[in-house]
């Protein structure tokens, strides 16, 4: 309540980039007074036994982690963890640092409960992430989206991907494969069934050959038809991936509440919150059901309360994920996604 109240309208009076950096700053220097993260844990986490899944060999506290984008590079997992998450995604990550697309590149739409971002992966690259992840030796699971730099042309894409994932492979539980971001402009074409199926097999084969070999998950677009949904699900049968994480943003400005004159000036970028919530779980229930319920999905978009969170599971997400929601509604939604998880003795 005070965050709505209070904290978000003061926020939100503020560009959105500039605000997320002194947040997680301001974060970081709070949690170094005496108390206060142990505070936080007491007031935020949840740790019944109902919550607890295992997926893919890797025990979550919790259904409710941290989508990707918010802690790109690996600066914050362990600070965000004290709100409740039990996993969070860092990147997207390339092996090359990228400033990413000209500001101004992230817009609130307050009335749709949205953001439309082209932040264009902006990052530190792999090495100094995989650094931040050994320096501050992680509380909490770690998930590590990866993607290729901006100037790579795609027929050098895996290289891209193989080399990230070498890098990360010590210091993340799980990967997710990015190859659906709309802020870059080719890197869609991977999604083709010839290229993805390339692609994803590299990574496998990578995988299997490691002395520990970690999940690997594929990130998918909300603006897929269901013929390509359908190659997907082939895919994933064929290369035996861990599972796809549903959805990332998406090109579409389908009923939206906010001025079309501000729509068109804000101009490209992914549509991220509410708008995408039913589309969303669409694209879960048609992966579950396809699938038999064989490939998992952590379902993602559109989560802005409680209730939206219970939709993705009841459409068979085994784990959701949260990013604009917990920026319109604060870190009290993990806990309230949580009781209602609870309530519901999903």
């Known amino acids: 309540m005070l965050y709505r109240i209070v904290i978000r309208p003061l926020l939100f009076l503020f560009e959105p980039e500039s605000v997320h950096n002194f947040t997680v700053f301001m974060l970081k220097v709070v949690l170094y007074l005496p108390g206060i993260r142990t505070l936080l844990k007491f007031c935020y986490g949840r740790s019944e036994k109902i919550l607890e899944r295992e997926l893919f060999g890797i025990k979550f506290k919790n259904p409710v982690g941290l989508a990707a984008g918010f802690d790109k590079n690996a600066r914050h997992y362990n600070d965000l963890a004290s709100f409740g998450f039990s996993f969070i995604e860092i990147g997207t990550v390339t092996p090359l640092p990228q400033p990413g697309n000209p500001k101004p590149r992230c817009f609130r739409l307050p009335r749709d409960k949205a953001l439309v971002n082209r932040m264009g992966i902006n990052n530190d690259g792999a090495e100094r992430i995989a650094r931040n992840l050994r320096k501050y030796n992680p509380q909490i699971i770690i998930g590590g989206n990866i993607g290729k730099n901006t100037e790579t042309p795609n027929n050098k894409a895996i290289d891209d991907y193989v080399r990230c994932f070498d890098i990360l492979h010590e210091v993340v539980d799980y990967f997710v494969v990015n190859v659906s971001c709309p802020n870059i402009g080719d ?13 994803l097999s590299e990574l496998q084969k990578l995988s299997a050959a490691k002395p520990s070999p970690k999940p690997i998950l594929l990130k998918i677009s909300p603006d897929l038809n269901y013929h390509q949904l359908d190659e997907l699900i082939e895919i994933a049968k064929k290369t035996e991936i861990a599972g796809f994480v549903a959805t990332n943003t998406t090109v579409l400005r389908d009923n939206l509440n906010t001025n079309d004159r501000i729509i068109r000036k804000i101009g490209k970028g992914g549509l991220s919150g509410l708008p995408l919530r039913s589309r969303s779980t669409e694209v879960i229930r048609y992966l579950v059901e396809k699938s038999e319920g064989k490939i998992p999905v952590i379902g993602v978009g559109g989560i802005i309360s409680p209730r939206d969170a219970i939709e993705k599971i009841n459409a068979g997400a085994s784990l ?5 929601g917990f920026i319109y509604e604060g870190p009290s939604l993990i806990k309230k996604v949580n009781k209602e998880i609870i309530r519901n003795k999903l």
């Open 187 to 199: 890197i869609k074409e991977l999604q083709d069934a010839d290229n993805l199926l390339e692609l």
């Open 320 to 324: 959701v994920q949260l990013y604009t």
